[in-house]
């Protein structure tokens, strides 16, 4: 009798010893941590559950790693915690820290590659990315990385984005031709490609980039040669290897290079830079016009026209325009 007694005493003691326990790690799984600050850590593949533990341990993210350690192995998420960057909120509970590592729920970063660049410029942004890890592919052709913000996590290869990015271009390249205005004066798409990356190089304003390629084509047909100055700038950077940090001059204009539009008829044999959506779109679609030149303002925009003499009219109001805001 005695012996049944303190074997029943004995159970209800260890059943009392569980129900605090078990009263215990729920309290710890659910309550605020002691993460005073959002933080951010890095776990690398490979990197087992204990030492994730460990390093958030460490961090200042939990308390009492053997326990979480102890609720990752009962609830079966220790082995579906994924490597990667995690940004920790402060105070954030093991339940939630656990839910982040084992549903993967890391940090997404963007990079954004304006229009306009040339194929250089773009990857030296893609090079100056920490986040990102690999080397950058070598001989891309000019023109076909598409400008656009692409999202990645850490850890991501360079390589993969520049993927995407040409992926991206020659998907819209396709598309867009598929819908062109007929009568345009382009045999392939490449060319296409090309005279969007001049509209591109030639004005940023959404207003008027269908009348600047409009002026283009016009002369296309007519047999005129672009005169684009973006040109002759990138035919003078391709030969001397570095970017021109200087306004171009008269003499540039006659520069011997097969980029420069002042002296080759029709298109140069490439793009010049990487033309966004809008710029393919305005060369693909352009609006009808008779227009043939155009010239700044000096206050942002451009003026168009149809004539040499209303050309030559435009050349001389920039020139008093220009004059005027001279110190």
């Known amino acids: 009798m005695v012996i049944k007694r303190l074997l029943i005493a004995f159970l209800c003691l260890l059943l009392a010893a569980s129900g605090l326990l078990a009263y215990g790690l729920y309290y710890y799984y659910n309550a605020p941590g002691p993460l005073v600050q959002d933080t951010t850590l890095i776990f690398k593949h490979g990197e087992g559950f204990r030492a994730v533990t460990d390093d958030m341990a460490a961090a200042g993210v939990i308390e009492r790693p053997l326990m979480f350690k102890a609720l990752a192995v009962l609830t079966g998420e220790a082995p579906r915690f994924k490597a990667g960057e995690y ?4 105070a954030v509970t093991p339940r939630q820290a656990m839910g982040m590592l084992a549903e993967g729920r890391v940090v997404v970063h963007k990079i954004t590659i304006p ?7 773009a990857l030296s942004l893609l090079a100056q990315e920490p986040a990102l890890e690999g080397s950058l592919p070598e001989n891309i ?3 076909s990385l598409l400008p656009e913000t692409y999202h990645f996590t850490y850890g991501d290869k360079r390589q993969d984005i520049v993927d995407r990015m040409q992926a991206g271009m020659a998907s819209l390249l396709a598309s867009l031709w598929q819908k062109r205005k007929p009568g345009l004066p382009f045999a392939n798409p490449e060319q296409a490609l090309t ?3 001049i509209v591109e190089k030639e004005t940023g304003l959404d207003s008027e980039r269908g009348r600047v390629a409009a002026v283009f084509i016009n002369r296309l047909k007519r047999g005129m040669k672009l005169q684009s100055d973006p040109t002759v700038a990138y035919g003078m ?3 001397a290897g570095r970017k021109l940090d200087r306004t171009l001059t008269l003499d540039d204009l006659h520069q011997d290079t097969p980029y420069n539009t002042y002296v080759i008829p029709g ?7 990487n033309p966004g959506r809008a710029a393919l779109e305005a060369t693909l679609n352009p609006p009808d016009t008779n227009d043939l030149y155009f010239v700044a303002t000096g206050a942002g925009g451009h003026n168009f026209s149809s004539t040499l003499q209303g050309h030559n009219k435009n050349v001389q109001q920039y020139r008093e325009t220009v004059t005027k805001k001279a110190p």
């Open 115 to 121: 229009e306009g660049l040339n194929v250089r410029e």
């Open 141 to 143: 052709p000019e023109g």
């Open 87 to 90: 940004h920790f909120s402060a």
């Open 237 to 239: 950077e391709r030969q």
């Open 195 to 197: 005279l969007a990356s």
């Open 267 to 273: 298109l140069p044999p490439g793009p010049i830079a």
